[in-house]
């Protein structure tokens, strides 16, 4: 079945250790997005690509950072996390057509939680 | 930027109807979704609106009147899997979406 994988589905971590979470879609989608979702709050969007194109969302701290190596996959870098960076990460795909659009959902994986000890 | 706003939590009995209500503030509309959210998993798509009207799917239905900028999210014949978080999204016209906090639903038996 075509899907979002997110690996790993829990992520322990030190104060300040640099971690890095990975996502991988069989979709073939064009857009990949990374939302932070802390406890019963909405998903928040960091930044997403669009094919090779980063967009940062304005207030997404500078501790995080991407990569997108191929359509495939995509990481999430966080540089030194701090107590407050514990949350589900999830990553999401779509597939936007250009100017066209159409409704397309975005697709969601089961989401990595990241413990910050 | 978007506000988006529904209630926090509602209880419901087995087999009973679930009205779940969510009104938006937007700067651009490109659509409305609603994903459905178990405790500690990811969200799974529900229903997209995009015209005025509403929108049938099996035992959920959603409907959309954009002068008002309001939607809801219909679930009939509840069941206890139903128990769970109903995410009300919002599109902009950059497709990005923009989520509620959330409506947390428990089912009663």
């Known amino acids: 079945d075509a899907m979002v994988i997110q690996n790993p589905r829990y992520q322990v971590t030190q104060f300040g250790k640099p971690v890095t979470l990975s996502c991988s879609q069989t979709l073939n989608h064009n857009v990949m997005y990374w939302y932070q979702q802390k406890s019963s709050q909405a998903p928040k969007l960091l930044f997403h690509y669009y094919d090779k194109d980063f967009n940062n969302e304005a207030d997404t701290p500078d501790n995080f950072q991407s990569r997108r190596p191929n359509t495939s996959f995509c990481f999430l870098d966080i540089r030194s996390p701090g107590l407050g960076d514990a949350a589900m990460y999830l990553c999401a795909t779509d597939k936007r057509r250009g100017a066209q659009g159409g409704y397309n959902e975005q697709f969601f994986g089961p989401g990595t939680r990241l413990t910050v000890l | ?109």
């Open chain 2, 1 to 109: 930027g978007q506000n988006i706003d529904q209630p926090t939590e509602m209880t419901a009995t087995e087999g009973a109807i679930v009205q779940i209500n969510c009104t938006y503030q937007t700067s651009g509309f490109n659509g409305l979704f609603w994903y459905q959210q178990h405790a500690g998993e990811a969200p799974t798509f529900l229903s997209y609106n995009v015209l005025d009207g509403l929108e049938e799917k099996g035992r959920f239905s959603s409907f959309l009147s954009r002068s008002k900028g309001y939607s809801y999210l219909l679930l009939k014949e509840l069941q206890m899997k139903d128990s769970a978080s109903y995410l009300c999204a919002v599109r902009s016209n950059d497709y990005k979406l923009s989520f509620g906090a959330g409506t947390t639903v428990t089912v009663r038996a």
